[in-house]
């Protein structure tokens, strides 16, 4: 039997990860902030990239693995396969918003011209070179992923942008508690050995570290925090 549930595993990696997300947000978007012309154009700009980059493509590799895992049963974990799609659709959609209002601002709205800088990069492979579907979702959905509702939030609660482009991070704010969802779902149906909940733990630390170090922030996850929290 493994020390804890998977449910209770999952319950509690989700409350140390959004006190992480919590604490970043906190700390990059501040009241004092603004965020305008090229500035916020080159903002958007990432956010299009993210929204992308790291919502279509950790999804899309989850719903294959699973079909390997399942030996090719199609009919297995359909449900989770179904609510990945819908987090990709909704994903290349929030892409799109954010291009639309890039388009607004003056600025370049191709996604295909868009530079993404080191610490994306380096994020985007600690993300997505898993093989697991299992440590894909705590990397993704129950890593980075609950980081981006506290950030869109900080920086509409504490004026940091214009009232229009605030519409456009509520808008695509509305679709992220599913996709937070679909990867707690993949977690309590298969985080359920000591085993496999160590390694969550590991890929979900490094996952939000690059998120850290893609604000510029320094990262402190005490070795001994979650487990004590799990303990």
């Keep these: 039997m493994p020390k804890l549930t998977s449910d209770q595993f999952t319950k509690r990696l989700s409350r140390q990860t959004e006190k992480e997300a919590d604490r970043l947000a906190e700390t990059v978007y501040t ?3 603004r965020m305008e012309g090229q500035s916020l154009i080159r903002m958007l700009q990432s956010f299009m990239w993210n929204e992308f980059y790291f919502g279509m493509y950790p999804p899309a590799k989850q719903m294959n693995r699973l079909y390997e895992l399942n030996d090719g049963d199609v ?3 359909i449900d989770i396969v179904v609510e990945l799609a819908n987090m990709a659709r909704d994903e290349l959609k929030h892409a799109k918003l954010f291009s639309n209002r890039i388009e607004e601002l003056g600025g370049e709205p191709d996604l295909r011209k868009y530079e993404p800088t080191d610490e994306q990069v380096e994020m985007f492979h600690t993300v997505y070179d898993h093989e697991n579907p299992v440590l894909l979702a705590a990397c993704q ?4 992923e609950r980081f981006v509702p506290k950030l869109f939030q900080a920086l509409v609660d504490n004026d940091v942008v214009d009232d229009r482009t605030k519409e456009v991070l509520h808008s695509a704010d509305l679709d992220e508690p599913n996709h937070l969802n679909v990867g707690r779902k993949i977690l309590l149906r298969y985080a359920t050995n000591e085993e496999i909940q160590q390694r969550v733990m590991e890929v979900n630390r490094a996952a939000c570290k690059s998120m850290y170090d893609l604000y510029g922030v320094e990262y402190e996850r005490n070795a001994d925090e979650l487990k004590e929290s799990i303990a």
Excluded: R
């Design 141 to 144: 959905q129950v890593g980075i």
């Design 31 to 33: 009241p004092d902030m």
């Design 75 to 77: 009919t297995a974990d």
